[in-house]
């Protein structure tokens, strides 16, 4: 641990030397930019001009209805069942089996049964494995392949979707596209979840389990084992390791760099700090934090992410909350705007109703991920014997993401207008003047709350810092399973990914918000094709998990009414 630590301090040094230079941010973002303008014009091509239309904005947004329409709209559905999955009301049959234990073979059918009966069924069954000197709950956990249980895979997917996508994207959503993309995001939140549901249990369906129970799970797995099984290995192949190509420069980008970006807008605005080297000071601090945590692996992460998630996730909704009840007479003319502007757009620079469309679609597909995969790397490692049960407990995600917290995020920043601080659109770039000063992202959600809350530039930047620092470890996991499924599984190629991971997390310090976002966004997007190839063609096996998991409910159910 401490050779791993002194590696990653010395990888990282040069950083502190340099950025004594005058303008190191700058250089950094200067030589940044033309990549970044590079990914984004490959990925973003447009299937329609005036408004444009990228094609990837069509292909995440059509799956996710086709998806919902197809399995009966699991995201209503299903919700219920997802929470109490969450809640381990079902922990029993995932251990075990729900035939092992309700079938013929299993406790006996027709009996009064009780929970404490159960339990001592399940004890019954584990002394009679315990056997070698074995011990009980180590036999518990061997009997479902896994490293984490459900609320542990959701914190940890939550926490690399409920990001500063929540504080930032929204508040960019609005500057660019008015009151109205709010209505779109939504829309795409709630599409999103039939995306969610069916790749994270296609990711639990496929995984790949260690010798010594370490999972390796999400698209590169279940898109060249599902397309090998359908006679397209070598396009399965192919897709999986471009997947993991554009997986780790999603890891790199929107779960890396832009949320280091936004974490040092807020930094520096709370200090003040106008010195031309501080974005990579903040930078390199946030690159040690987030190191010394991501070596521990998803185990650590999810013990950190388990605690983090739900503090962070609560402080900031009690915070909305104030202000939203405090202005409740206000809140429904905000709703009103909301809609209104979905389908009669007036923000500057908008154009149309698919033009807000295309901000609000944008965004949400950001900050939730839907369609992109890479949750379902997370959601892999959970303990269950059914894969349809993550994928229920993941559809949770696109709802706690974007249908609460970002239209909570949004009502706020709305409500804030209506005073008239700045106009909707602005000049085009995502920043609109207040006072006459430039704000952008996370800077337009801290002027909007300080409005409300004393002292709130300190606990939103407490609140960016830890959204970004979640995000990031989160989002290394997922890199890091890509990066050992094209280069191995050997600590030399660990230690290698967490270095460039680090870095980037300097890079996104320094460089501007517009070249950061723009890679940031072709990364997330990028990392869409070859995971819809995946889904489109696995989609009937996730059908047949699904009935699979309501079976066995419905199975532990009927004995114990019987």
Not at 42 to 60: E, G, R
Not at 136 to 155: C, M
Not at 350 to 377: H, P, Q, T
Request: net charge negative; with cysteine; proline share 2%.
């Amino acid at each position: 641990m401490k050779y791993k630590l002194l590696n990653l301090f010395t990888f990282l040094f040069p950083f502190l030397i340099f950025s004594q230079e005058q303008g190191l941010d700058q250089q950094i973002d200067q030589a940044f930019q033309p990549i970044s303008d590079f990914f984004s014009a490959v990925i973003f091509f447009n299937v329609w001009h005036d408004p444009d239309i990228p094609f990837v904005l069509v292909l995440l947004v059509g799956s996710a209805l086709f998806f919902t329409i197809y399995f009966g709209f699991p995201n209503i559905r299903f919700f219920g069942k997802a929470i109490n999955t969450v809640r381990g009301k079902y922990e029993d049959i995932e251990k075990h089996g729900a035939q092992n234990l309700y079938g013929e073979d299993g406790i006996a059918q027709g009996q009064d049964l009780t929970n404490v009966d159960i339990e001592d069924h399940l004890v019954s069954m584990e002394n009679d494995l315990a056997i070698d000197g074995d011990i009980i709950d180590t036999i518990r956990d061997e009997s479902s392949e896994g490293e984490v249980s459900h609320f542990q895979a959701l914190a940890t997917a939550v926490s690399g979707t409920v990001g500063n996508g929540n504080i930032a994207g929204v508040a960019l959503a609005i500057a660019l596209g008015g009151p109205g993309a709010t209505f779109w995001m939504i829309v795409c939140g709630l599409l999103g979840m039939s995306s969610k549901f069916v790749e994270c249990t296609l990711g639990v369906q496929y995984r790949d389990v260690g010798e010594d129970g370490t999972v390796y799970g999400g698209p590169m797995y279940y898109i060249s084992k599902g397309l090998k099984e359908r006679g397209f290995e070598t396009i399965g192949k192919v897709a999986a390791a471009i997947f993991a190509i554009f997986c780790i420069g999603g890891s790199f980008g929107g779960g890396n760099a832009a949320q280091s970006n936004q974490a040092t807008i807020v930094i520096k605005e709370l200090f003040n700090w106008q010195s031309t080297a501080a974005g990579a000071i903040v930078g390199l601090v946030l690159a040690i934090l987030v190191g010394v945590i991501i070596i521990g692996g998803i185990k650590r992460i999810a013990q950190v992410t388990e605690k983090v998630v739900p503090f962070m996730a609560v402080m900031y909704i009690v915070a909305c909350l104030y202000i939203i009840l405090s202005n409740f007479s206000l809140v429904d003319d905000a709703i009103s705007l909301i809609v209104q502007e979905a389908f009669n757009p007036t923000a500057i620079g908008v154009g149309s109703l698919i033009g807000v469309l295309l901000v609000g679609f944008k965004r949400a597909a950001f900050s939730n991920e839907a369609g992109a995969g890479s949750a379902s790397i997370a959601h892999s490692a959970v303990r269950t014997k059914y894969s349809a049960s993550e994928g229920l407990v993941a559809l949770l995600e696109p709802f706690i993401d974007t249908v609460v917290i970002c239209t909570m995020t949004a009502i706020v920043i709305i409500i804030f207008n209506f005073g008239g601080a700045f106009n909707y659109g602005g000049d085009g770039s995502g920043a609109v003047l207040i006072d006459g000063m430039p704000y952008e992202g996370a800077g337009i959600t801290a002027v909007a709350f300080a409005e409300y809350i004393p002292y709130s530039n300190i606990f939103l930047t407490i609140a960016v810092v830890l959204f970004a620092v979640s995000t990031m470890i989160s989002w290394s996991y997922y890199g890091l399973q890509s990066w050992k499924y094209l280069f191995g599984r050997g600590k030399t190629a660990d230690i290698v990914y967490k270095l460039l991971f680090c870095t980037f997390i300097v890079i996104g310090a320094a460089a501007s918000m517009k070249s950061i976002w723009a890679f940031s966004d072709a990364m997330i997007f990028a990392m869409v094709f070859p995971n819809m190839l995946g889904l489109f063609f696995l989609f009937p096996v996730v059908k047949k998990q699904l009935n699979r998991y309501l079976d066995a409910i419905k199975l532990k159910y009927d004995a114990i009414e019987d």
